[in-house]
Nanobody, 123 residues
């Protein structure tokens, strides 16, 4: 199982950014997978999750609801996080993660992580 996240960068408040995560060694269709973030001095926080394809549900942290959208490309085996209306408090290292066990978001705690991609929201 390998995950590789990319797409971070510097963006102004109110701007948009899309993160990508390439998955290999397993099928994204079969498991729940999500995005976490960790800001300096804070614990890692799960911000978005996508359940396995048969379920199709998504779940978001209250802090990003309505601004972030998680999606998959099943043909490319890729996960995305579209981030709009970015705020300075969204500044963090973002990770994609899964455990290749659970299929729904409620119980997902990742065992496998991408390497993280830095997102900085600043003017």
């Amino acid at each position: 199982v390998q995950l590789q996240a990319s797409g971070g960068g510097l963006v102004q408040p109110g701007g948009s950014l899309r993160l990508s995560c390439v998955a290999s060694g397993f099928s994204l269709d079969s498991y729940a997978i999500g995005w976490w973030r960790q800001a300096p001095g804070k614990e890692r926080e799960k911000v978005a999750c996508s359940s396995a394809r048969f379920d199709g549900s998504t779940k978001y942290a209250d802090s990003v609801k309505g601004r972030f959208t998680i999606s998959r490309d099943r043909f490319k085996n890729m996960l995305y996080l579209q981030k709009n209306k970015l705020k300075p408090e969204d500044t963090a290292v973002y990770y994609c993660g899964t455990d290749v066990v659970v299929t729904t978001c409620d119980t997902l705690e990742a065992d496998y992580w991408g390497q993280g991609t830095q997102v900085t929201v600043s003017s």
